[in-house]
Antibody, heavy 117, light 111 residues
Framework: QVQLVQSGAEVKKPGASVKVSCKAS????????MHWVRQAPGQGLEWMGI????????SYAQKFQGRVTMTRDTSTSTVYMELSSLRSEDTAVYYC??????????WGQGTLVTVSS | NFMLTQPHSVSESPGKTVTISCTGS????????VQWYQQRPGSAPTTVIY?????PSGVPDRFSGSIDSSSNSASLTISGLKTEDEADYYC??????????FGGGTKLTVL
């Protein structure tokens, strides 16, 4: 079965960067795109971008252009999301989600990133 | 910018049927598939409807999705409500640039 296991919680200072990982198993890693979505405390879901694990191509939400970088390592079936120039408003749970096409999205368990001085 | 608008909250009694709407701000909501996600408190979202009206395996047939082009909206209908259905529900689609878009979410209370 599809499993997406994300890295653990992070605490960062304003201005720093954070890199969250999402290790995939149970399917052919390079055959399915991966989304990143975040959720601030008490708020709704926000789409950040998508990566094609096959060739590494990406598309980012305009709001995060210039601050977010999504990469992948096919040798370990892991995708990464790095967000730079962190501010308090970036405190959120970050999710990876596999786009299953004709089966819907499968979600990781989420990673809490706290930005605080 | 393309936006999806959902009611902030809905409530209904166990055993009844509830419908949650998701209205597109511009263009045709039928241009891209709509998905629906359920999120219980403290948990990650899960998919309950994909491609407008398809249910992933394991999702009961009490959940159904539809599109109404005349009102430019999508709907999630849950019949035979159970207390376990109490959760936040989000619709999701894509804009004309294939950027993902979420609705603001609807809190379903089953009382």
């Amino acid at each position: 079965q599809v499993q997406l296991v994300q890295s653990g919680a992070e605490v960062k200072k304003p201005g720093a960067s954070v890199k969250v990982s999402c290790k995939a198993s149970g399917y052919t890693f390079t055959s399915y795109y991966m989304h990143w979505v975040r959720q601030a405390p008490g708020q709704g879901l926000e789409w950040m971008g998508i990566i094609n694990p096959s060739g590494g191509s990406t598309s980012y939400a305009q709001k995060f252009q210039g601050r977010v970088t999504m990469t992948r390592d096919t040798s370990t079936s892991t995708v990464y999301m790095e967000l730079s120039s962190l501010r308090s408003e970036d405190t959120a749970v970050y999710y990876c989600a596999r786009d299953g096409y004709s089966s819907g999205w499968d979600w990781g368990q989420g990673t809490l990133v706290t930005v605080s001085s | 910018n393309f936006m999806l608008t959902q009611p902030h909250s809905v409530s209904e009694s166990p055993g009844k049927t509830v419908t949650i709407s998701c209205t597109g701000s511009s263009g045709s909501i039928a241009s891209n598939y709509v998905q629906w996600y359920q999120q219980r408190p403290g948990s990650a979202p899960t998919t309950v409807i994909y491609e407008d009206n398809q249910r992933p395996s394991g999702v009961p047939d009490r959940f159904s999705g539809s599109i109404d082009s005349s009102s430019n909206s999508a709907s999630l209908t849950i019949s035979g409500l159970k207390t376990e259905d109490e959760a936040d529900y989000y619709c999701q689609s894509y804009d004309s640039s294939n950027q993902g878009v979420f609705g603001g979410g609807t809190k379903l209370t089953v009382l």
